[in-house]
């Protein structure tokens, strides 16, 4: 089983949080909630979240991955918190994955996670950023190596579905989606 830390900080996009934490928990994988701040985690759609822990909890903690809902301000949260980037670099030098969802993408750009790879994210969030060393794609969700990216919103279920793929493999991706009847 994978131990996976989904960071919620104030106005993620709720729908990608929920969607992460509950298909990676139906896959069977530990997923750690942790808020930014103490409290409940008010999301960009206005959804009150209650996080597992504090994020300062678990900082020192073992996780195979770190999955970061987009949403705005949610991901400029995020971005500016040293914490998030000291975990994701982690993480990655652990071989770890990182994955990212909508304007989570440029945290793991920020962190020069991207480099030299193949990356998506919300239309317009990456590319605004003139990453000149990461190849850009429009593809739902894309993986290169450890490090998982996806569209937005609509593209979340896909996300966690392949976030399960890679930490469980396609049986279990395929068994947790045949229970969505999808």
């Known amino acids: 089983m994978a131990r996976i830390l989904v960071p919620l900080a104030p106005g993620c996009e709720e729908l990608e949080a929920v969607t992460i934490i ?3 928990r139906r896959a069977g994988q530990e997923v750690v909630s942790a808020g930014l701040e103490p409290g409940p985690v008010k999301a960009s ?3 009150v979240l209650q996080p597992d822990v504090l994020l300062d909890e678990v900082l020192e903690q073992p996780f195979d991955m770190v999955a970061l809902p987009g949403g705005l301000p949610g991901a400029d949260h995020l ?19 990182t994955a990212a ?9 920020n962190a020069g996670l991207l480099k030299g790879r193949q990356a998506t994210g919300y239309p317009g969030v990456l590319e605004g950023m003139k990453l000149g060393d ?3 794609g429009s593809a739902a969700v894309v993986r290169d190596g450890r490090v998982i990216t996806s569209r937005g919103p609509g593209t979340a279920m896909d996300f966690a579905l392949a976030l399960i793929e890679a930490l469980a493999g396609r ?7 045949a229970g969505l009847a999808r």
């Open 45 to 47: 759609r206005g959804v």
């Open 79 to 97: 971005d500016r918190d040293p914490r998030i980037r000291t975990l994701l670099e982690r993480v990655s030098a652990e071989q770890g994955y």
């Open 134 to 136: 990461v190849t850009l």
């Open 101 to 109: 969802i909508c304007a989570a993408p440029k945290v793991l750009a």
């Open 22 to 24: 509950d298909l990676l």
């Open 171 to 177: 049986a279990k991706r395929d068994e947790v989606e």
